[in-house]
């Protein structure tokens, strides 16, 4: 009799596992059921596609500094004054970035896009294939426009490369590396080709006009770049925007972005090493 008690119990058991798996996999599936396999859900937000990509990078810095600011009588404050320590400001950064990245997964989770706001499932093929071309695109482009365009100016590219102390000799370190080279790619990808094109595909527009909104935007958000400087910006936007799409994946634009950051930082720490 025990013996039958038990088995029944174990049957039930694993009908019950079956059925929370099921209903698990549903979900999921239903999850990233909008176009090219965006979260429906994201279509529903326009406020979340103005908010994380424009309002919340400046936001959370801006707060984020004061408020370190006061928890440490100003020292923080002082980092980002003239004479400041930039390994200590890309190691503030750094912290502010995981708390904005750690805010946004909260948000898109909640909000039924999973935590990177898009799905993480992707053929082994296109990660090599974003890998790869990421760097490609990026200094690809670079180095065009300033062959074609910007031959006597060798600064073309930056606004003022000595009035930032983040783009020096001085700012090289792991932080810069783990911020500029990891966790920055994330939080953007997640903001731009997860939350904006998927609102933006969702609402009805073209992968081509969501692409071109999107890497405008983008680019715009890079103010340490020229006009010209940001062209590249807006190629590489648009092309993360394509592997968005091309992949119904976030996976391949986030592996595209760090690794044309990392080649670009690594490019950048060979050059001043010397």
Excluded: C
């Amino acid at each position: 009799m025990g013996g039958r008690y038990s088995g029944f119990v174990e049957s039930e058991v694993t009908r019950f596992q079956a059925l929370l798996l099921r209903a698990r996999t549903g979900k999921t599936a239903q999850m990233f059921q909008g176009p090219y396999n965006t979260p429906v859900s994201l279509g529903r937000a326009p406020i979340a596609a103005v908010f994380w990509p424009i309002i919340a990078p400046i936001l959370f810095l801006n707060v984020g500094v004061l408020l370190a600011g006061f928890l440490t009588q100003g020292w923080v404050l002082e980092q980002f004054e003239e004479g400041g320590s930039p390994p200590m400001q890309w190691l503030i950064l750094l912290v502010i970035q995981a708390i904005l990245f750690a805010a946004m997964s909260f948000w898109s989770d909640r909000a039924g896009a999973g935590p990177f706001a898009g799905s993480l499932k992707i053929e082994s093929d296109w990660i090599g294939i974003a890998a790869l071309t990421g760097p490609l695109v990026l200094l690809g482009s670079t180095l065009l426009i300033g062959i074609l365009v910007s031959r006597d100016d060798p600064n073309w590219m930056f606004r003022d490369p000595q009035a930032n102390p983040l783009l020096t000799r001085d700012a090289i370190g792991l932080s810069m590396i783990a911020a500029g080279g990891i966790l920055i790619p994330i939080t953007e990808e997640m903001a731009f080709r997860g939350i904006a094109l998927g609102f933006l595909l969702n609402r009805g527009l073209t992968p081509l006009s969501a692409g071109v909104v999107t890497a405008v935007v983008f680019a715009a958000l890079h103010p340490q770049y020229t006009l010209l400087g940001m062209v590249p910006v807006f190629i590489m936007g648009l092309y993360l925007a394509w592997l968005r799409i091309a992949t119904g994946s976030i996976t391949a634009p986030i592996v595209a972005h760090m690794s044309a950051n990392l080649v670009s930082l690594t490019l950048f720490i060979a050059a001043n090493a010397s």
